[in-house]
């Protein structure tokens, strides 16, 4: 027999889970909603330098007014219209989100016990009987099994603090927004797709002219794949489509990327599975209703002997390069502490064959610390990648910040990180708190925006700052959204906007620039939701 007791990696799962959840406590109160025809612009910048920046969304419609639409999610442009999802969280459901029923006790040992049939005599409701028989503990299955039922037990607890994603629909031209997925009475669908437990808009695409949008949900039921030709919508992926949740498989709970390449469509998925049948998978379609699997298990299939324990959970992101599909992964082991930490990029180039990058220093560019490639880009032939990094390192948060290569499909170069001689070409433009590229996207006018995620509020409370936004010209860094330096201080000004969580350009060839914050709730007071702002090239 064997008992699962241990602290250290208790306390480790328990910080992650907090760390998702983005947790401070919060009393929950009312809050005003408002219909698409009341949803209006704040804050037009009057200011002689900053007359070229609008808030579209914020203060009284902040999240599209409803506070718990805490981030921006997928942005897209669709048929000349800006398509923006929201995220979100409910903290006033925190401590309901455990409660779960008998019904969802039973599927989670059926989906999460089944693979292990052959190491368990009992299979008994995993509270009412927390001890494991186990017949081989060799190879840590005793922690690799509690690590699997913890972590898919914390991301449906989060799924369960949501009360759905929202989807709008916004058209410069007549400066109207119109909520597509929602609570409106006019809204196409309802709230979270029908289903409160999609808690995000997780990616979108257009694809053979149609919109494909992807959901972040519970591992009871797995990710949702919509997509819609300006009038109809229809569920591909899921429940009522033809491959149900999850791409048939409950713990793929998010799509978490998306990419066309050589007439598919490519969905890389999120999958917390901590066994050697877990981690990400990568599925395509031709048509949007037929799909098959191209990766399993993390890449496991193609890792060396030495890498088998590597736990590739997300397939992060994804990019089109010379001919082959990249795929950036974000490595469980670096929370964990775990062998053959930090982050991995893959590609291939008839989307089943499948070759490992070497990177600089190998796995993690030599830093297990970075554990995850959030964004990739092409920009001026090369492409630009940026890491995620560990916010809860064992040597104090303020260690290492995200760093930013760039490839041309033999060399590599790194622009930010510690062989920096400039400041602010240092970890995370000069600050180790900037922890995420949490987006990057290359303009009209040849310029990459980088923006990030700050998580100094986290550890150091109000004496901090917001998200930063940067662009690169080729030659030189420039802020545009930091204290002192910038167009406008960090976070918009609010320290709670830690994250610049998406940036696209809008219209097309305009070269102005629309931003998405992710923003932290405030301590003991009702949630204020998202903003969304907006740069125009030229002055208004």
């Not at 090369?382 to 890491?387: D, F, G, N, P, V």
């Given at each position: 027999m064997a008992i699962i007791t241990n602290r250290k990696n208790f306390v480790l799962v328990i910080i992650l889970f907090l760390f998702l959840l983005n947790i401070t406590p919060c009393i929950s109160g009312t809050i005003e909603f408002y219909s698409k025809n009341s949803l209006k612009h704040n804050k037009d910048i009057n200011n002689e330098i900053f007359n070229n920046w609008k808030q579209l969304i914020g203060e009284e419609n902040a999240g599209f007014g409803k506070g718990t639409n805490h981030a921006i999610r997928g942005l897209e442009i669709y048929k000349d219209e800006l398509y923006v999802g929201t995220q979100s969280l409910n903290k006033s459901k925190f401590w309901k989100s455990y409660y779960i029923g008998n019904l969802d006790y039973r599927a989670l040992n059926q989906n999460y016990l089944s693979e292990w049939h052959p190491y368990i005599f009992m299979k008994?409701?995993?509270?009412?009987?927390?001890?494991?028989?186990?017949?081989?503990?060799?190879?840590?299955?005793?922690?690799?099994?509690?690590?699997?039922?913890?972590?898919?037990?914390?991301?449906?607890?989060?799924?369960?603090?949501?009360?759905?994603?929202?989807?709008?629909?916004?058209?410069?031209?007549?400066?109207?927004?119109?909520?597509?997925?929602?609570?409106?009475?006019?809204?196409?669908?309802?709230?979270?797709?029908?289903?409160?437990?999609?808690?995000?808009?997780?990616?979108?695409?257009?694809?053979?002219g149609k919109l494909y949008v992807g959901t972040w949900s519970s591992p009871l039921k797995g990710c949702e794949i919509w997509r819609y030709d300006r009038s109809t919508w229809e569920q591909v992926v899921g429940k009522n489509a033809l491959i149900k949740g999850g791409f048939n498989d409950s713990k793929n709970i998010a799509a978490w990327c998306i990419e066309e390449f050589n007439d598919y469509l490519y969905v890389g998925t999120m999958n917390w599975g901590y066994t050697k049948n877990g981690g990400c998978q990568i599925w395509r379609t031709q048509d949007g209703v037929h799909w098959s699997k191209v990766l399993d298990r993390g890449f496991r299939e193609f890792l060396s002997e030495t890498e088998q324990n590597v736990h590739n959970t997300y397939a992060w992101s994804a990019e089109v390069y010379q001919d082959h599909l990249y795929i950036g992964t974000?490595?469980?082991?670096?929370?964990?502490?775990?062998?053959?930490?930090?982050?991995?990029?893959?590609?291939?180039?008839?989307?089943?064959?499948?070759?490992?990058v070497k990177c600089p220093g190998g796995d993690g560019f030599g830093e297990?610390?970075?554990?995850?490639?959030?964004?990739?880009?092409?920009?001026?032939?090369?492409?630009?990648?940026?890491?995620?990094t560990d916010g809860y390192q064992p040597n104090g948060p303020n260690v290492q910040g995200f760093e930013i290569y760039k490839y041309d499909g033999e060399n590599w170069t790194e622009l930010i990180g510690e062989g920096g001689i400039d400041q602010h070409e240092k970890d995370g433009f000069g600050s180790k708190w900037n922890k995420y590229v949490w987006s990057m996207v290359?303009?009209?006018?040849?310029k990459l925006w980088v923006g990030t995620l700050n998580m100094q509020i986290r550890m150091l409370g109000e004496n901090t700052k917001g998200c930063e936004v940067w662009y690169y010209d080729g030659m030189n860094w420039v802020p545009i959204v930091k204290d002192h330096v910038g167009e406008i201080d960090s976070g918009f000004g609010c320290i709670y906007n830690e994250g610049a969580r998406g940036i696209i350009e809008y219209p097309t060839g305009s070269g102005n620039m629309v931003i998405g914050t992710f923003k932290l709730m405030k301590p003991f007071k009702t949630p204020?939701?998202?903003?969304?702002?907006?740069?125009y090239e030229k002055i208004q």
């Open positions: 008994k409701s995993l509270f009412s009987n927390p001890m494991f028989r186990i017949l081989d503990v060799k190879n840590n299955y005793p922690l690799m099994l509690w690590l699997d039922i913890s972590l898919n037990l914390g991301m449906h607890a989060r799924a369960r603090m949501s009360d759905g994603c929202e989807l709008w629909r916004y058209n410069s031209s007549f400066d109207e927004w119109f909520q597509l997925v929602g609570d409106n009475l006019t809204s196409d669908l309802p709230v979270g797709f029908g289903d409160t437990d999609n808690i995000a808009v997780s990616v979108m695409k257009d694809f053979k974000f490595n469980t082991n670096s929370v964990f502490r775990f062998e053959n930490a930090g982050c991995q990029l893959w590609k291939t180039s008839n989307g089943e064959d499948w070759e490992k297990k610390e970075n554990y995850g490639i959030r964004c990739m880009a092409v920009y001026n032939d090369e492409l630009y990648i940026a890491t995620a290359v303009s009209s006018d040849n204020e939701g998202c903003e969304l702002w907006i740069r």
